[in-house]
């Protein structure tokens, strides 16, 4: 275990001069409260967090990295984000893929720097796609690869301000009235 711990110092310490702390893969299920130490001199621009068996991110993350621009969150369990998150004022691009969220979450709405989202393969069936037209700055979500029903996916093909992108799938036998 302590070679797993010594990783995190050891990559902590990386971003200390690069300003991106790159804790992916390693098999965190949170974010240590030691990493909100050992960065809290350091004024991150970019955080990944993926490939890792995190469930929640909790809502210190947004107070202690509030500079960040980017944040990978791929590969975890996660279901679900803390409003707090739409504190975070600078970021431009989130990755939620490969996640477990059945929802798009609804600090993504609110995020006001936000331009990117990245929430594919994902077990998404719900989405405000009113919210999503008038979120502050959003040009480009990607859906692919998740289970949005039809007339979500009607309404998000209408959206012109935000470039969706979607995984056409077959209609399953069962969705198929016409039989």
């Known amino acids: 275990m302590a070679s797993g711990v010594t990783r995190v110092i050891l990559r902590c310490e990386d971003a200390q001069e690069s300003l991106?702390?790159?804790l992916s893969g390693c098999q965190l299920m949170q974010v240590p409260d030691a990493v909100y130490h050992l960065m809290r001199h350091t004024?991150?621009?970019?955080?990944n967090l993926s490939s890792?068996?995190?469930?929640?991110?909790?809502?210190?993350?947004?107070?202690?990295?509030?500079l960040i621009t980017e944040l990978?969150?791929?590969n975890?369990?996660?279901?679900?984000?803390?409003?707090?998150l739409a504190d975070l004022a600078e970021l431009e691009r989130l990755d939620i893929s490969?996640?477990?969220?059945?929802?798009l979450p609804h600090v993504a709405y609110k995020m006001p720097k936000l331009t990117t989202l990245n929430a594919s393969n994902n077990h998404i069936v719900e989405?405000?796609?009113?919210?999503?037209?008038?979120?502050?700055?959003?040009?480009?979500?990607?859906?692919?690869?998740?289970?949005?029903p039809p007339n979500t996916i009607a309404a998000l093909n209408n959206?012109?301000?935000?470039?969706?992108?979607?995984?056409?799938?077959?209609?399953?036998?069962w969705e198929d009235l016409n039989i």
């Not at 975890?76 to 707090?84: A, R």
């Open 20 to 22: 991106i702390l790159d």
């Open 43 to 47: 004024a991150l621009k970019a955080c």
């Open 52 to 66: 890792n068996v995190i469930t929640k991110i909790p809502p210190k993350f947004a107070v202690k990295f509030s």
């Open 72 to 74: 990978n969150l791929s």
């Open 76 to 84: 975890n369990q996660m279901s679900k984000l803390p409003d707090e």
């Open 98 to 103: 490969h996640n477990a969220f059945i929802n």
């Open 127 to 148: 989405i405000d796609v009113e919210r999503l037209k008038g979120s502050p700055s959003l040009v480009e979500v990607d859906l692919q690869n998740n289970p949005i």
């Open 159 to 173: 959206l012109t301000t935000i470039r969706v992108t979607l995984t056409l799938r077959e209609p399953e036998e």
